[in-house]
């Protein structure tokens, strides 16, 4: 019986193209083909590091359709590396249907460690971090007030992303349901140029925002309920 291949889970800079690690370029160099969520963002990447590869498109509107054939290739001994446009796969990216239907058919599965948006903001932030939780994107809709509620008992520090144009609503809503006290801390643009972080209550975090350009994407570090 022919040797099966191995997927690898490959973080990609959240914005520094310097903060990939050497391994993981090894890796790309030498699969047979990529997984990517946008093949042009991922593109760029390979092109700035010379890297020349196949890449095939996987993203949440297709992950179900694709999965079987990535789960045939595997089999048939091809090595494939899965990316996200930004940061580690499966972390609020495409990325868990692929390790879960490799551990349902005891594939060989790799993830390799490297960059996360919400670690940077949480060590910087300041609240504590020997315990906390990870709850990704807020529901937009359905949902959202349950999730505010419960975010307004949590007593351990909290980590979300947000988009920039649901940001002042997140902050206006934290201020109604967290309260005008608690403390928070948002950094945007992780890794790059314009890297910015404000702390304090959610009041004068909202009111930070309020006044200044709100520009890229965002982490938000919560504090726990006293």
Not at 29 to 45: F, G, N, P, S
């Amino acid at each position: 019986m022919a040797e099966t291949g191995k997927l690898y889970l490959v973080p990609t800079p959240i914005g520094n193209l310097e903060d990939i690690t050497l391994r993981a370029l090894r890796i790309l160099k030498e699969v047979d083909y990529i997984l990517a969520e946008d093949t042009r963002q991922t593109l760029k990447l390979l092109s700035h590091y010379g890297i020349s590869k196949t890449l095939h498109s996987y993203h949440s509107h297709n992950e179900h359709k694709v999965l079987l054939q990535v789960i045939n290739d595997l089999k048939e001994g091809k090595n494939i590396a899965q990316v996200s446009d930004a940061g580690t796969p499966g972390i609020s990216d495409p990325g868990f249907l692929l390790a879960r239907a490799c551990m349902e058919n005891q594939l060989p599965l790799e993830c390799l460690p490297g960059a996360t948006a919400f670690v940077p903001a949480l060590v910087k932030s300041g609240l504590p971090c020997d315990e906390f939780t990870y709850i990704g994107f807020l529901p937009e809709k359905k949902g959202r007030q349950t999730a505010l509620k419960k975010l307004a008992e949590e007593e351990r520090t909290t980590v979300l992303y947000e988009s920039p144009h649901r940001l002042l609503k997140a902050l206006q809503q934290f201020v109604e349901y967290l309260g005008a006290e608690r403390q928070i801390s948002v950094s945007r643009e992780l890794t790059k140029m314009f890297e910015e972080t404000v702390n304090g209550t959610t009041t004068e975090v909202l009111t930070h925002f309020e006044t200044h350009i709100i520009k890229g994407e965002f982490v938000i570090v919560i504090g726990g309920k006293k």
